[in-house]
Every structure is written in structure tokens, then in C-alpha cells.
């Protein structure tokens, strides 16, 4: 059961901040890319798009070397720590947050996208790991969303892609560089998505078989369907390697 009096504020306070903080590092940032001659020649909306994955590449990848060292481990051996969990949530969610404020005219899937991850954070504030509950499926789908962390760098990287039959050397290197990103980025995301559904799977089975399958699961599995649906579209596009500039 939810109770407010559980309610994690400091944590949540903790994630706003740090939302906050990943919000001031687009300027530095757009700075930075400005010297990037196709960088330039985007309008603004699609700036902060590209901004916005490097952002959120490099905060996943962080999180998934302390993921390595700490979190997994102690999944694996059945310990689940509320304040590691929401330290995860945290890092995670705060680009979310932010970019919902800092990037023009993102799609409609996205910003829903990014609604129910701040949502299922603030469950997480909410409710502890410690028993079998929805927080340790959220905090599985955290951790397996983490590890594909290449796929953001692939959605900035593109807009760097050069088309054309007479390229230089130095364009030819970054398209192969580009290029090897995408692949590493759908196989990684791949087997990350599919032992994630197997997870969800199996514990759905497993509360339904033994009659506690109840409101709050529905919830959350209904929750994730917008998610799913982006992982799908997404691997799909990947795999064919569309390079809409």
C-alpha cells in the first residue's frame, strides 16, 4: 500500500535539484557544440534534441559503471537497498525532467515518455524494495534501461552523419565511428529489452498464479505500455538504421 508518510522527500528533493542541475548544463554545453560546423546549421529545437541525448548518454553511463560495482550485485543477491534504488531513480530521471523543460517541440511520445518516468520515480520515493513489490520492477526496468546507454549517444551522434558518395577521409572515420555506434547500440539494447520483458514476465505469472496480482500492478503495467511501445519503435528503427537528418 502507498502511504504519504513514507514519502522519501528527501530523495524527491534531492532529484529536483539534480533535474535542476542537468537543465544548467545545456547552455555550457550548446557553447561547446557551436564550434561544430553541422552542428550549427540545426535550428534550436533540434540543438537541445541533440543535447539532450549526449546529456543523458553520459549520465546512464556513469550510473551503469556504479551499477556494475554496486547494484547489480546486490540484486543478484537478493538485497535490495531503498536508498541505492532511488540514488539509480535519481540520476536517471533527473535528464527526463529536465529535458521536458529545456527542448522545444519534443513528440508527444516522448514527453509521455518521459511523464511516467517521473512518475514511476516518485512511486519509487514512496514505497520500499524491501519486499516483493512494484519498486523492485521498477527498479529492474531502471537498471536494464541504463545499460543501453550507447543508444543516446547514437540518437546525438547521427545528426553528424555525412551523406554523399565524395566524402574526405575525416568524414568517412566519423560515419564509420557513427555507424558502429548504432550496431553495438541494438544489440546491447536488444538483449537488454528482452531479458527485461522476460522479468516482467515472469513476475507477472508469478502474482497471478499465486492470487496476488492486484490494482497496482495493473497500474504499473499499464504504465509501461507507452514504454515498450518506444523500446520497439525504437529498436526497429536501430536495426534499420534510418538516418533521418
Same mark, same amino acid.
Given at each position: 500500500?502507498?502511504?504519504?508518510?513514507?514519502?522519501?522527500?528527501?530523495?524527491?528533493?534531492?532529484?529536483?535539484?539534480?533535474?535542476?542541475?542537468?537543465?544548467?548544463?545545456?547552455?555550457?554545453?550548446?557553447?561547446?557544440?557551436?564550434?561544430?560546423?553541422?552542428?550549427?546549421?540545426?535550428?534550436?529545437?533540434?540543438?537541445?534534441?541533440?543535447?539532450?541525448?549526449?546529456?543523458?548518454?553520459?549520465?546512464?553511463?556513469?550510473?551503469?559503471?556504479?551499477?556494475?560495482?554496486?547494484?547489480?550485485?546486490?540484486?543478484?543477491?537478493?538485497?535490495?537497498?531503498?536508498?541505492?534504488?532511488?540514488?539509480?531513480?535519481?540520476?536517471?530521471?533527473?535528464?527526463?525532467?529536465?529535458?521536458?523543460?529545456?527542448?522545444?517541440?519534443?513528440?508527444?511520445?516522448?514527453?509521455?515518455?518521459?511523464?511516467?518516468?517521473?512518475?514511476?520515480?516518485?512511486?519509487?520515493?514512496?514505497?520500499?524494495?524491501?519486499?516483493?513489490?512494484?519498486?523492485?520492477?521498477?527498479?529492474?526496468?531502471?537498471?536494464?534501461?541504463?545499460?543501453?546507454?550507447?543508444?543516446?549517444?547514437?540518437?546525438?551522434?547521427?545528426?553528424?552523419?555525412?551523406?554523399?558518395?565524395?566524402?574526405?577521409?575525416?568524414?568517412? &572515420?566519423? #560515419?564509420?565511428?557513427?555507424? +558502429?555506434?548504432?550496431? @553495438?547500440?541494438?544489440? !546491447?539494447?536488444?538483449?537488454?529489452? =528482452? $531479458?527485461?520483458?522476460?522479468?516482467?514476465?515472469?513476475?507477472?505469472?508469478?502474482?497471478?498464479?499465486?492470487? &496476488?496480482? #492486484?490494482?497496482?500492478?495493473? +497500474?504499473?503495467?499499464? @504504465?509501461?505500455?507507452? !514504454?515498450?511501445?518506444?523500446?520497439? =519503435? $525504437?529498436?526497429?528503427?536501430?536495426?534499420?538504421?534510418?538516418?533521418?537528418?
Amino acid at each position: 500500500m502507498l502511504e504519504l508518510s513514507q514519502f522519501d522527500f528527501k530523495y524527491y528533493s534531492f532529484f529536483l535539484i539534480i533535474s535542476y542541475g542537468v537543465y544548467l548544463l545545456y547552455r555550457p554545453v550548446k557553447i561547446a557544440l557551436d564550434n561544430n560546423e553541422k552542428f550549427k546549421k540545426y535550428d534550436t529545437p533540434k540543438q537541445y534534441y541533440i543535447i539532450k541525448n549526449f546529456i543523458k548518454s553520459a549520465l546512464m553511463a556513469i550510473i551503469f559503471v556504479a551499477m556494475v560495482f554496486i547494484f547489480i550485485p546486490n540484486i543478484l543477491n537478493d538485497i535490495w537497498v531503498d536508498t541505492h534504488n532511488r540514488l539509480i531513480g535519481v540520476f536517471y530521471v533527473s535528464n527526463d525532467l529536465a529535458g521536458l523543460f529545456a527542448v522545444p517541440n519534443l513528440p508527444k511520445s516522448t514527453k509521455l515518455h518521459h511523464y511516467t518516468t517521473v512518475f514511476l520515480f516518485t512511486l519509487i520515493c514512496t514505497i520500499s524494495t524491501e519486499e516483493e513489490n512494484i519498486g523492485r520492477l521498477i527498479v529492474v526496468y531502471t537498471i536494464f534501461s541504463c545499460i543501453p546507454f550507447l543508444v543516446n549517444s547514437y540518437l546525438g551522434l547521427r545528426f553528424f552523419y555525412t551523406r554523399g558518395n565524395e566524402l574526405t577521409d575525416k568524414e568517412r &572515420e566519423v #560515419n564509420n565511428i557513427i555507424d +558502429i555506434n548504432r550496431i @553495438l547500440a541494438y544489440y !546491447i539494447y536488444l538483449i537488454c529489452c =528482452i $531479458l527485461n520483458w522476460l522479468y516482467h514476465s515472469y513476475f507477472l505469472l508469478k502474482k497471478i498464479s499465486i492470487g &496476488e496480482f #492486484n490494482f497496482e500492478y495493473l +497500474i504499473y503495467y499499464g @504504465l509501461l505500455i507507452p !514504454i515498450i511501445n518506444d523500446d520497439i =519503435i $525504437l529498436l526497429s528503427w536501430l536495426k534499420n538504421n534510418k538516418l533521418d537528418l
